[in-house]
């Protein structure tokens, strides 16, 4: 084979190759984890579980999907978990904690007007997502309230695959960054989401798998999905008379899927709230039901 032949089949080869996350726009220099992260990684050609079926339906087969996140408020908050980028002049606070055993210490660079998911009045998981765009940083907060007080906390290095000491949480059950498995209008706009989603569930095992580190229930039935248990969207489901935004969201959750994160209502995806999305657009993803999600084997899954 001549030399111009082996580059001309190499072509290919090149733009197969995963594409890492888009960065935030407003750190642009700062990696959503590496290209070599697992959220980072497709897994539409991984094998799919034996007990893909039975997992599926006890998450809840016709149960729909919905889109736990888009523009404008629903009871006076965002709807979605929002990130705030500060940078290096944002002085650092310390938090007092519930589960002071299982978070980091901090400090953490919280602005006076940090964005809390749900609002400021807001009762429910009240997260909030910091990246410092100087030192890529991540830093999420579960439950935080004006003080500052919290349920937990996690610091992550942007730029490494570093994980949780095992049974640690974070700001998450699973003990896992939430940032890396939102969906972001500013992806939506491009066209392409290039990592895995999180998602809820109503009910979860005691038990976790690679990546997540935790688990967040008393239930030991193998029937019930484990934190970090991966799922995809069937191959060969049709897409294309989806509206541009969900059509964005199903293309990731064929290629790289969702990842079981926290408790909470069955086969809600999470987001980041942005006055870009069209919530019409996103209520169509309803139309897809659990079972047209596959259980995906991820044991050989590493960075």
Not at 147 to 174: F, K, M, Q, V
Request: glycine share 8%.
């Amino acid at each position: 084979m001549s030399l111009r032949a082996a580059l001309v089949a190499l072509v290919p080869l090149v733009l197969a190759s995963p594409a890492a996350a888009s960065p935030l726009p407003q750190a642009p220099d700062c990696p959503v984890f590496p290209a070599t992260s697992v959220w980072n990684k497709p897994v539409d050609r991984l094998p799919i579980r034996k007990d893909s079926r039975t997992i599926v339906n006890a998450i809840g087969a016709d149960l729909r999907v919905h889109a736990d996140f888009g523009s404008g408020l629903w009871d006076g908050g965002p709807i979605g978990i929002p990130i705030t980028v500060v940078d290096s002049s944002t002085t650092p606070s310390s938090v007092g904690f519930s589960y002071a055993d299982e978070s980091d210490p901090g400090p953490y660079p919280i602005p006076d007007d940090v964005a809390v998911e749900g609002g400021p009045d807001a009762t429910g998981d009240r997260h909030a997502i910091i990246v410092d765009r100087d030192s890529c940083t991540l830093y999420e907060l579960f439950s935080l309230y004006p003080g500052w007080s919290a349920g937990s906390g996690a610091i992550w290095n942007l730029t490494s695959n570093r994980l949780r000491p095992l049974g640690w949480t974070s700001a998450d059950a699973a003990g896992l960054p939430i940032l890396p498995g939102l969906a972001r209008y500013d992806e939506a706009a491009a066209g392409t989401i290039n990592h895995a989603l999180r998602f809820t569930v109503g009910r979860s095992r005691r038990a976790y798998i690679y990546p997540a580190r935790h688990f967040a229930s008393s239930s030991t039935s193998s029937r019930l999905p484990p934190m970090g248990l991966r799922l995809r969207l069937r191959s060969d489901y049709r897409i294309y008379s989806f509206p541009h935004q969900a059509r964005v969201v199903l293309r990731a959750l064929k290629r790289y899927g969702m990842i079981v994160a926290d408790n909470g209502s069955s086969w809600y995806i999470s987001g980041a709230p942005d006055p870009g999305w069209d919530n019409d657009q996103l209520h169509t993803l309803g139309r897809v039901k659990g079972s047209d999600f596959r259980v995906v084997d991820t044991s050989k899954l590493r960075p």
